[in-house]
């Protein structure tokens, strides 16, 4: 079993940058693919991010290419999505996922709780 828990939400300003946390416990993430997703207010949870175990590969998201990173140290069982040039259109809740190396929700087995964020203009 895997517990995923995320931090590094908050409120802020357009253009303003934040780092996500997403932590996992009990069992090691080391041999799951890791996906970030966001839910708006009304709207299905769609894809952000997603890494591979290895780190050797990563794809976003073509409305957060450019601005978003997700990366991953296996060592602490962590993974990270650093967030730069913040719209009011990314403010949702984000979740971080860990499964298989995929875009759907379905391929994810884990899921942590989700954290607000909003970006005001």
């Known amino acids: 079993q895997v517990r995923l828990v995320e931090s590094g939400g908050g409120s802020l300003q357009a253009w303003d940058s934040l780092r996500r946390f997403c932590a996992a416990s009990g069992r090691a993430i080391s041999t799951y693919a890791v996906g970030w997703f966001l839910q708006a207010p009304g709207k299905q949870r769609e894809f952000v991010s997603t890494?591979?175990?290895?780190?050797?590969?990563?794809y976003y998201e073509d409305s957060v290419k450019g601005r978003f990173t997700i990366s991953r140290d296996n060592a602490r069982n962590t993974v990270y999505l650093q967030l730069n040039s913040l719209k009011p259109e990314d403010t949702a809740v984000y979740y971080c996922?860990?499964?298989?190396?995929?875009?759907?929700?379905?391929?994810?087995?884990?899921w942590g709780q989700g954290t607000q964020v909003t970006v005001s203009s």
């Open positions: 890494i591979d175990w290895s780190s050797a590969a990563t």
């Open positions: 996922a860990a499964g298989k190396w995929a875009v759907l929700t379905t391929d994810y087995e884990y």
